[in-house]
């Protein structure tokens, strides 16, 4: 299950930084970037005649065609990984079932030990690293390759292998852990172990958010407190005038990994912290760094952790009350021919990640549409809390040079998890023609 866990792993970076941008470091810009907008065009402009449709125009009119077509193709080739890694994702869990590989770690792990927390460690250990080294082919093309031709990745291969070493590190102490307790529970509660289960996984996620920006960001990237007034000043203004009591504005530095912009407002008490990467510090304008604060701000103030989590129970109910279900189903038929004796034997777990994998596939539309209305909220708290409707706009039209402008609206309901650039800048020119009166001369 390491795709699960990863994918746990970037639900929990999801919820932690909800990242916003895309940019390169400076001196550095890929033929995807798109121009810095640090002048708003002419019909963009406030003025008695102002139009939040001819102004939306004449924002996406900035961009040069080419490099939207890039983005379109690289945004659009994102739909097909989504079905690629699920089709690989099964025949990976197939094999495992069918040449009882699963089988054979498990009965490795039991001649090892007696003790069964220690034998569901080993076989997660087994399984990782096999499945690892299976995936290893689709996750260099789609996280480092892929990356790369399209401008979005800045390591090179000895680096990212290295981030890759750690994170795998990372998902087998966390994997460890979450095996050995959700197979403790099937083992003891033969009835009900489909409610705990989700119980348990929704207790991990929540541990998992909380020691993430402590023990595992650290392992990726630095943070440091960032001391220039220019920038920190009015972040830290807006921060009082929304009630976030933060004290100090932090940088950490993503353009090791990525061209792509983000920030995030995260934790409480004496957590509480505002975090920007250095690549919306090095190529947003001003306003455009407020109006993403602003809007990370939103996410904040919002409780959008919260509401995320919520629904991440139901969503882990469904799933658990789907595998039970499913399971029950599957052992039945070909259990015997995959040598697996029941819930509770841990050679069941890529039959488990094949049935999650296939309630996940179903449920993307609604996964981007639960965090894409929370964008949508945050991105007006934003506008509200910024009033930099024009900061927005160079925001969204950054944030295209990997993520497709205009997608249709059904498109958009499947695949987007977060409102599409033109509906972004849409939305600010909108804000903009009916609150002209902050606007200052010549914005
Ligand atoms: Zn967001």
């Given at each position: 299950?390491p ?17 916003a ?6 001196g ?8 810095s ?10 003025s ?19 490099a ?22 099964v ?11 699963s ?26 690293l096999?499945?690892?080294a ?37 998902n ?6 979450l095996s050995?307790?959700?197979f ?10 489909w409610?705990?289960?989700a ?7 929540i541990f ?14 630095k943070i ?9 000043a ?13 004290k100090?504005?932090?940088?950490i ?6 061209t792509?912009?983000?920030a ?7 957590t ?15 306003e ?8 990370e701000?939103?996410?904040?103030v ?20 789907f ?12 259990g ?7 819930v ?11 049935l999650?994998?296939m ?10 549409s ?10 007006m708290?934003?506008?509200n ?5 024009d900061g927005?706009a ?28 033109r ?6 020119m ?14």
């Amino acid at each position: 299950m390491p795709r699960t866990c990863i994918a746990l792993i970037s639900l929990t970076l999801v919820f932690l930084s909800c990242s916003a941008l895309a940019a390169p470091a400076p001196g550095t810009l890929p033929a995807t970037a798109m121009p810095s907008v640090l002048t708003v065009p002419p019909a963009a402009q406030a003025s008695d005649q102002f139009d939040p449709v001819a102004a939306t125009d004449a924002y996406l009119a900035a961009m040069p065609a080419d490099a939207r077509a890039r983005s379109d193709a690289y945004f659009e080739g994102g739909y097909w990984m989504i079905l690629w890694d699920f089709l690989y994702a099964v025949v990976v869990c197939l094999l495992l079932l069918n040449l009882r590989w699963s089988a054979s770690m498990r009965n490795l792990a039991e001649r090892i030990t007696h003790f069964k927390p220690l034998q569901t460690i080993i076989y997660w250990t087994e399984y990782l690293l096999l499945t690892t080294a299976l995936f290893f082919p689709l996750t260099v093309y789609e996280e480092f390759l892929r990356e790369r031709k399209y401008g979005l990745a800045t390591q090179t291969f000895g680096p990212w292998l290295g981030d890759q070493g750690k994170l795998l590190l990372v998902n087998l102490v966390l994997g460890a852990i979450l095996s050995m307790m959700l197979f403790g529970v099937v083992r003891r509660l033969q009835r009900t172990w489909w409610i705990w289960g989700a119980i348990v996984t929704e207790l991990f996620l929540i541990f998992a958010v909380l020691i993430s920006p402590v023990y595992l960001q650290p392992l990726f990237n630095k943070i440091t407190r960032l001391d220039d007034p220019k920038v920190t000043a009015p972040i830290l203004k807006m921060a009082r005038a929304n009630g976030i009591p933060a004290k100090d504005v932090y940088e950490i530095d993503a353009s090791r990994q990525t061209t792509r912009m983000s920030a995030n407002v995260s934790g409480f008490a004496n957590t509480m912290r505002i975090t920007m990467n250095d690549n919306l510090l090095h190529r947003g304008s001003l306003e455009e760094i407020q109006a993403v604060i602003g809007h990370e701000m939103g996410h904040y103030v919002l409780n959008h952790v919260y509401h995320g989590m919520e629904f991440f129970f139901i969503v882990a109910v469904a799933g658990f009350a789907f595998l039970r279900g499913s399971l029950n189903w599957s052992l039945e038929r070909w259990g015997e021919k995959w040598q697996i004796r029941g819930v509770g034997d841990t050679a069941v777990l890529p039959l488990v990640v094949l049935l999650g994998s296939m309630f996940f596939f179903a449920l993307t539309p609604v996964m981007n549409s639960f965090i894409r209305s929370q964008e949508h909220e945050a991105d007006m708290y934003g506008l509200n809390a910024s009033r930099q409707p024009d900061g927005m706009a160079q925001a969204a039209i950054h944030l295209g040079e990997y993520r497709k402008m205009s997608p249709g609206p059904l498109e958009e309901w499947l695949f987007y998890d977060h409102p599409s650039g033109r509906t972004r800048i849409y939305d600010a020119m909108r804000w903009k023609s009916e609150n002209l009166q902050f606007m200052q001369p010549g914005q």
